[in-house]
C-alpha cells in the first residue's frame, strides 16, 4: 500500500520506475509564475543564438569562473569550473 502512494506520488508516466527528474519535481513541486518568469528570462539571456537550445557554447559565453578560489590559486582552470558546474545538471 505505501509503495503503491510513493509510485502514485513519483511515477507520473506510470511506467513503474522513479527517475530522477520525477522524484525532484515530486519533492519540489509546480513552480509558481514569478519563478517560471525568471528561468525564461534566464534562459533567453543565456540562448545566445536564440535557438531555444542551451549549448555549451551558450553557456561558455555567460559563465565566468576567473573568481573561483580554485581559479584563483590555480588549482583549477575556468575550463575544469564550467565542467564541474555543467556536471549538476545530470
Not at 511506467?15 to 527528474?21: C, R, S, T
Not at 519535481?25 to 537550445?53: C, E, P, V, Y
Request: proline residues 2%.
Amino acid at each position: 500500500m505505501e509503495l503503491e502512494a510513493i509510485f502514485d506520488a513519483f511515477d507520473p508516466d506510470n511506467n513503474g520506475e522513479i527517475v530522477y527528474d520525477e522524484f525532484l519535481r515530486g519533492i519540489m513541486g509546480d513552480m509558481n509564475a514569478r519563478r517560471i518568469a525568471l528561468s525564461k528570462k534566464a534562459f533567453t539571456k543565456i540562448d545566445q543564438d536564440g535557438s531555444g537550445i542551451l549549448d555549451i557554447n551558450d553557456i561558455r559565453t555567460r559563465y565566468n569562473a576567473k573568481k573561483h578560489p580554485d581559479v584563483m590559486s590555480g588549482k583549477q582552470t575556468e575550463e575544469d569550473i564550467l565542467y564541474e558546474f555543467l556536471d549538476t545538471f545530470e
